[in-house]
T-cell receptor
Framework: KAGVTQTPRYLIKTRGQQVTLSCSPI?????VSWYQQTPGQGLQFLFE???????NKGNFPGRFSGRQFSNSRSEMNVSTLELGDSALYLC???????????????FGPGTRLTVL | KNQVEQSPQSLIILEGKNCTLQ??????????LRWYKQDTGRGPVSLTI?????NTKSNGRYTATLDADTKQSSLHITASQLSDSASYIC?????????????FGTGTRLKVLA
Protein backbone atom coordinates (compact mmCIF):
# COMPACT_ATOMS: atom_id res chain seq x y z
CA LYS A 1 0.00 0.00 0.00
CA ALA A 2 1.47 3.36 -0.99
CA GLY A 3 2.23 5.81 1.78
CA VAL A 4 1.23 9.43 2.15
CA THR A 5 2.51 11.54 -0.72
CA GLN A 6 3.06 15.27 -0.73
CA THR A 7 3.80 17.58 -3.61
CA PRO A 8 5.87 19.48 -4.26
CA ARG A 9 8.74 18.35 -2.03
CA TYR A 10 10.51 21.71 -2.21
CA LEU A 11 9.23 25.17 -2.91
CA ILE A 12 10.78 28.63 -2.94
CA LYS A 13 8.53 31.67 -2.85
CA THR A 14 8.90 35.37 -2.10
CA ARG A 15 7.10 37.42 0.51
CA GLY A 16 3.56 38.34 -0.42
CA GLN A 17 3.03 35.41 -2.75
CA GLN A 18 0.66 32.58 -2.10
CA VAL A 19 1.30 28.85 -2.21
CA THR A 20 -0.74 25.64 -2.46
CA LEU A 21 0.54 22.34 -1.12
CA SER A 22 -0.99 18.98 -1.91
CA CYS A 23 -1.38 15.78 0.09
CA SER A 24 -2.62 12.37 -1.02
CA PRO A 25 -3.45 10.13 1.96
CA ILE A 26 -3.03 6.39 2.18
CA UNK A 27 -5.75 4.63 0.24
CA UNK A 28 -8.81 4.18 2.47
CA UNK A 29 -7.78 6.85 4.95
CA UNK A 30 -10.38 9.56 5.36
CA UNK A 31 -8.69 11.93 7.78
CA VAL A 32 -5.94 14.33 6.75
CA SER A 33 -4.12 16.61 9.18
CA TRP A 34 -1.60 19.31 8.42
CA TYR A 35 1.34 20.39 10.57
CA GLN A 36 4.01 23.04 10.41
CA GLN A 37 7.47 22.03 11.61
CA THR A 38 10.18 24.56 12.42
CA PRO A 39 13.45 24.00 14.32
CA GLY A 40 12.46 26.25 17.19
CA GLN A 41 8.78 25.35 17.58
CA GLY A 42 8.68 21.69 16.64
CA LEU A 43 5.48 20.40 15.08
CA GLN A 44 2.42 22.59 15.36
CA PHE A 45 -1.05 21.49 14.36
CA LEU A 46 -2.71 23.47 11.58
CA PHE A 47 -6.00 21.69 10.87
CA GLU A 48 -7.68 18.36 10.27
CA UNK A 49 -10.11 17.42 7.53
CA UNK A 50 -12.47 14.47 7.45
CA UNK A 51 -15.09 13.80 4.79
CA UNK A 52 -14.37 17.13 3.14
CA UNK A 53 -15.05 19.07 6.35
CA UNK A 54 -12.63 20.83 8.64
CA UNK A 55 -13.03 19.12 12.01
CA ASN A 56 -10.32 20.76 14.07
CA LYS A 57 -8.13 23.82 13.79
CA GLY A 58 -4.92 25.01 15.42
CA ASN A 59 -3.88 28.54 16.34
CA PHE A 60 -2.77 29.85 12.99
CA PRO A 61 -3.90 33.05 11.24
CA GLY A 62 -6.53 33.01 8.54
CA ARG A 63 -3.82 33.18 5.87
CA PHE A 64 -3.57 29.42 6.35
CA SER A 65 -6.47 27.51 4.87
CA GLY A 66 -7.17 24.09 3.53
CA ARG A 67 -9.69 21.86 1.90
CA GLN A 68 -10.35 18.21 1.25
CA PHE A 69 -11.77 16.64 -1.84
CA SER A 70 -14.17 13.73 -2.19
CA ASN A 71 -11.28 11.33 -2.83
CA SER A 72 -9.75 12.44 0.53
CA ARG A 73 -6.89 14.29 -1.13
CA SER A 74 -6.20 17.57 0.61
CA GLU A 75 -4.67 20.90 -0.22
CA MET A 76 -3.28 23.56 2.02
CA ASN A 77 -3.02 27.20 0.98
CA VAL A 78 -0.98 29.98 2.51
CA SER A 79 -1.67 33.50 1.25
CA THR A 80 0.46 36.62 1.63
CA LEU A 81 3.55 34.65 2.58
CA GLU A 82 5.82 35.93 5.33
CA LEU A 83 9.43 35.06 6.05
CA GLY A 84 8.30 33.23 9.18
CA ASP A 85 6.25 30.82 7.10
CA SER A 86 9.44 29.08 6.01
CA ALA A 87 9.06 25.58 7.39
CA LEU A 88 8.51 21.93 6.66
CA TYR A 89 4.79 21.32 6.14
CA LEU A 90 3.76 17.79 7.01
CA CYS A 91 0.59 16.02 6.12
CA UNK A 92 -0.65 13.02 8.11
CA UNK A 93 -3.43 10.62 7.22
CA UNK A 94 -5.41 8.24 9.38
CA UNK A 95 -8.36 5.92 9.03
CA UNK A 96 -10.63 7.81 11.35
CA UNK A 97 -10.70 11.17 13.04
CA UNK A 98 -7.66 11.77 15.19
CA UNK A 99 -9.99 12.08 18.19
CA UNK A 100 -10.26 8.28 18.27
CA UNK A 101 -8.12 7.36 21.24
CA UNK A 102 -5.42 5.19 19.68
CA UNK A 103 -5.85 6.31 16.12
CA UNK A 104 -2.50 6.32 14.38
CA UNK A 105 -1.39 9.02 12.01
CA UNK A 106 0.93 8.24 9.12
CA PHE A 107 3.04 11.15 7.98
CA GLY A 108 4.15 12.10 4.51
CA PRO A 109 7.70 13.29 3.72
CA GLY A 110 6.68 16.93 3.87
CA THR A 111 7.01 19.98 1.67
CA ARG A 112 9.96 22.22 2.46
CA LEU A 113 8.81 25.81 1.90
CA THR A 114 11.35 28.62 1.81
CA VAL A 115 10.11 32.20 1.74
CA LEU A 116 12.64 34.80 0.56
CA LYS B 1 -0.14 25.53 30.12
CA ASN B 2 0.08 22.24 28.20
CA GLN B 3 3.72 21.59 27.39
CA VAL B 4 5.98 18.74 26.41
CA GLU B 5 9.67 19.11 27.09
CA GLN B 6 12.32 16.74 25.81
CA SER B 7 15.89 16.28 26.88
CA PRO B 8 18.59 16.31 25.87
CA GLN B 9 18.20 18.50 22.80
CA SER B 10 20.91 16.53 21.06
CA LEU B 11 22.97 13.47 21.81
CA ILE B 12 25.98 11.77 20.24
CA ILE B 13 26.76 8.15 21.05
CA LEU B 14 28.92 5.38 19.63
CA GLU B 15 27.42 2.51 17.70
CA GLY B 16 26.49 -0.37 19.98
CA LYS B 17 25.90 1.79 23.04
CA ASN B 18 22.57 2.29 24.78
CA CYS B 19 20.89 5.62 25.38
CA THR B 20 17.79 7.05 27.04
CA LEU B 21 15.76 10.03 25.91
CA GLN B 22 13.49 11.91 28.28
CA UNK B 23 10.07 13.46 27.89
CA UNK B 24 8.34 15.46 30.62
CA UNK B 25 4.86 16.80 30.12
CA UNK B 26 2.40 19.04 31.87
CA UNK B 27 -0.52 18.09 29.63
CA UNK B 28 -3.87 17.52 31.27
CA UNK B 29 -6.06 15.63 30.84
CA UNK B 30 -3.83 12.92 29.47
CA UNK B 31 -5.07 10.65 26.71
CA UNK B 32 -1.98 8.93 25.33
CA LEU B 33 1.70 9.45 24.62
CA ARG B 34 3.47 8.50 21.44
CA TRP B 35 7.13 8.44 20.44
CA TYR B 36 8.03 9.16 16.84
CA LYS B 37 11.28 8.73 14.92
CA GLN B 38 11.96 11.26 12.19
CA ASP B 39 14.77 10.66 9.75
CA THR B 40 16.24 13.68 8.02
CA GLY B 41 14.03 14.73 5.11
CA ARG B 42 11.27 12.30 6.05
CA GLY B 43 8.04 12.48 8.00
CA PRO B 44 7.80 11.11 11.56
CA VAL B 45 7.13 7.40 12.01
CA SER B 46 5.42 6.08 15.12
CA LEU B 47 7.52 3.87 17.41
CA THR B 48 5.23 3.31 20.37
CA ILE B 49 1.98 4.52 21.85
CA UNK B 50 1.17 4.35 25.53
CA UNK B 51 -2.05 4.93 27.42
CA UNK B 52 -2.47 5.87 31.06
CA UNK B 53 -2.41 2.31 32.35
CA UNK B 54 0.69 1.19 30.45
CA ASN B 55 4.13 1.41 32.08
CA THR B 56 6.32 -0.12 29.42
CA LYS B 57 6.07 -0.88 25.73
CA SER B 58 8.71 -2.25 23.42
CA ASN B 59 9.24 -2.15 19.69
CA GLY B 60 12.37 -4.09 18.84
CA ARG B 61 15.36 -2.26 20.32
CA TYR B 62 13.14 0.63 21.41
CA THR B 63 11.53 0.53 24.85
CA ALA B 64 9.29 3.31 26.09
CA THR B 65 8.28 3.81 29.71
CA LEU B 66 5.57 5.96 31.17
CA ASP B 67 5.09 7.23 34.70
CA ALA B 68 1.69 8.92 34.67
CA ASP B 69 2.08 10.07 38.27
CA THR B 70 5.23 12.10 37.63
CA LYS B 71 4.22 12.82 34.01
CA GLN B 72 7.45 11.48 32.63
CA SER B 73 8.26 9.17 29.77
CA SER B 74 11.52 7.81 28.47
CA LEU B 75 12.63 6.10 25.30
CA HIS B 76 15.48 3.65 25.71
CA ILE B 77 17.44 2.53 22.67
CA THR B 78 19.45 -0.65 23.08
CA ALA B 79 22.57 -1.54 21.09
CA SER B 80 22.34 1.54 18.91
CA GLN B 81 22.89 1.34 15.17
CA LEU B 82 23.90 3.97 12.64
CA SER B 83 20.34 3.91 11.32
CA ASP B 84 19.10 5.15 14.70
CA SER B 85 20.49 8.57 13.84
CA ALA B 86 17.36 10.70 13.69
CA SER B 87 15.17 13.05 15.69
CA TYR B 88 12.91 11.48 18.29
CA ILE B 89 9.70 13.31 19.07
CA CYS B 90 7.43 12.83 22.05
CA UNK B 91 3.75 13.68 21.54
CA UNK B 92 1.05 13.82 24.19
CA UNK B 93 -2.59 13.73 23.23
CA UNK B 94 -5.15 15.52 25.32
CA UNK B 95 -8.89 15.23 24.88
CA UNK B 96 -11.46 17.38 26.60
CA UNK B 97 -15.03 18.51 25.97
CA UNK B 98 -15.23 16.91 22.58
CA UNK B 99 -12.03 18.39 21.22
CA UNK B 100 -8.60 16.88 21.08
CA UNK B 101 -5.13 18.31 20.72
CA UNK B 102 -1.69 16.88 20.10
CA UNK B 103 1.11 18.56 22.03
CA PHE B 104 4.50 17.95 20.43
CA GLY B 105 7.90 18.15 22.02
CA THR B 106 10.68 19.79 20.02
CA GLY B 107 12.54 16.51 19.80
CA THR B 108 15.93 15.03 20.62
CA ARG B 109 18.41 14.82 17.78
CA LEU B 110 20.41 11.60 18.09
CA LYS B 111 23.63 10.99 16.18
CA VAL B 112 25.17 7.50 16.26
CA LEU B 113 28.82 7.33 15.25
CA ALA B 114 30.70 4.31 13.94
Amino acid sequence: KAGVTQTPRYLIKTRGQQVTLSCSPISGHRSVSWYQQTPGQGLQFLFEYFSETQRNKGNFPGRFSGRQFSNSRSEMNVSTLELGDSALYLCASSLELARERNNEQFFGPGTRLTVL
Amino acid sequence: KNQVEQSPQSLIILEGKNCTLQCNYTVSPFSNLRWYKQDTGRGPVSLTIMTFSENTKSNGRYTATLDADTKQSSLHITASQLSDSASYICVVRTFNSGTYKYIFGTGTRLKVLA
